[in-house]
């Protein structure tokens, strides 16, 4: 009996260097209607066979500093859903929001999964699969940016910043400042100086991340 066996490696936001395709962009803001409710991403075979691939929109629930948990949803229309892409060329996907009107800007993950040829389907052997997780952002028009930055303790009893996104639009954190008084000293942190210890740089309405004040102000 002839076995394949698919391994997986999922990359997020980041495109991974060995990667057998590129996506760009890796972020997308649309508006929940209008001319700005739809936009395009696209797929770069980067590698020396065809490849088959498949897009699919999974809708993000994100709470606090929890991982993300995706959930079908119909709120996104991608075109065309599945491609195949000869060596060194490219696809554009469309990607559309034709969900209801949005109270507070929420987020999707759209994930492009790498298929296995049909030829390596009829072999023993192990395929490795790659798959790539881009976000898309959607937002209403009237959205307010309410950032909320407190010094906190950890429960491991460590200084921590503390940022949440207590509004309704999306947060970009590579453009906050924060302005600090520790121990009788201040300090100033801007996105190069966290950049190397937070994992994310958007948060979504009610997300939130820590970074240790220890690593800051080394």
């Not at 991982?67 to 991608?78: G, K, R, W």
């Not at 759209?110 to 390596?120: A, M, N, R, T, Y």
């Not at 959205?143 to 509004?167: A, F, R």
């Amino acid at each position: 009996m002839k076995k394949q066996i698919y391994v997986f490696l999922l990359t997020l936001i980041f495109p991974f260097h060995l990667s057998a395709f590129e996506l760009f962009p890796m972020v997308n803001f649309f508006s929940d209607h209008g001319k700005d409710s739809s936009g395009f991403f696209k797929i770069t075979n980067a590698s020396l066979q065809p490849l088959p691939v498949e897009i699919e929109v999974r809708k993000r629930q994100v709470t606090g500093e929890e991982s993300e948990v995706l959930i079908e949803s119909a709120d996104i229309f991608v075109f065309p859903p599945q491609a195949l892409i000869a060596p060194g060329a490219s696809q554009t996907i469309k990607v559309q929001y034709i969900g209801s009107p949005k109270e507070i800007a929420e987020s999707y993950r759209l994930i492009v999964s790498q298929l296995p040829l049909k030829d390596e389907m009829d072999s023993d052997s192990i395929q490795m699969l790659f798959r790539i997780g881009g976000l898309v952002f959607v937002s209403p028009n009237k959205v307010n940016e309410t950032i909320k930055s407190q010094l906190s303790t950890n429960e491991n009893n460590q200084s921590v910043l503390m940022i949440d996104n207590v509004g309704s639009s999306v947060v970009d954190v590579s453009k906050q400042t924060w302005n600090v008084s520790l121990d009788d000293k201040k300090y100033t942190w801007k996105w190069s100086d966290i950049e190397p210890f937070i994992s994310l740089q958007y948060l979504v309405p009610g997300q939130s991340a820590s970074l240790l004040v220890s690593d800051l102000t080394q």
